[in-house]
């Protein structure tokens, strides 16, 4: 597409790893200073902050992201002790249900699809009253 076509536009950047934040607040920075984007929200499968390299450097790069004003969504793959603040823009979706749904369903020597279809009412009720809002299943 056309640069010109995101000012003024929300831009999503996706991720499969973010290890220090760097390259996504750059990028952020960009869209949004130079080609004049709205805002821009970060999809990222696994938030890994550094942790090999410390607590300190987890720190540093979930402030960079906080302080970049991204928002940032991803999962629980990787844990982190977030500040409130911080949680008003990076969240964090737990996927513990989806992988115990898969364990189970190996357990009983059938497929996730068919054990789903079999939750699939439950799993819409449930979603139902946490978000007061349907939600689609599949």
């Given at each position: 597409?056309?640069?010109?076509?995101?000012?003024?536009?929300?831009?999503?950047?996706?991720?499969?790893?973010?290890?220090?934040?760097?390259?996504?607040?750059?990028?952020?920075?960009?869209?949004?200073?130079?080609?004049?984007?709205?805002?821009?929200?970060?999809?990222?499968?696994?938030?890994?902050?550094?942790?090999?390299?410390?607590?300190?450097?987890?720190?540093?790069?979930?402030?960079?992201?906080?302080?970049?004003?991204?928002?940032?969504?991803?999962?629980?793959?990787?844990?982190?002790?977030?500040?409130?603040?911080?949680?008003?823009?990076?969240?964090?979706?737990?996927?513990?249900?989806?992988?115990?749904?898969?364990?189970?369903?190996?357990?009983?020597?059938?497929?996730?699809?068919?054990?789903r279809k079999a939750r699939?009412?439950?799993?819409?009720?449930?979603?139902?009253?946490?978000?007061?809002?349907?939600?689609?299943?599949?």
């Open positions: 597409g056309n640069v010109d076509d995101i000012k003024g536009k929300y831009v999503l950047l996706r991720d499969d790893i973010c290890g220090t934040g760097g390259t996504a607040v750059k990028d952020g920075k960009y869209l949004k200073e130079t080609l004049g984007a709205e805002g821009v929200v970060f999809v990222v499968s696994h938030l890994d902050c550094c942790k090999g390299a410390g607590i300190q450097k987890e720190k540093e790069t979930l402030n960079k992201l906080y302080d970049s004003g991204m928002e940032v969504f991803t999962t629980n793959t990787v844990s982190h002790d977030l500040s409130k603040e911080q949680e008003e823009l990076i969240h964090i979706t737990d996927l513990s249900e989806f992988f115990a749904d898969n364990i189970i369903a190996h357990a009983l020597n059938g497929s996730v699809k068919t054990y699939e009412e439950e799993i819409k009720t449930l979603r139902k009253q946490k978000y007061n809002q349907p939600v689609l299943v599949g």
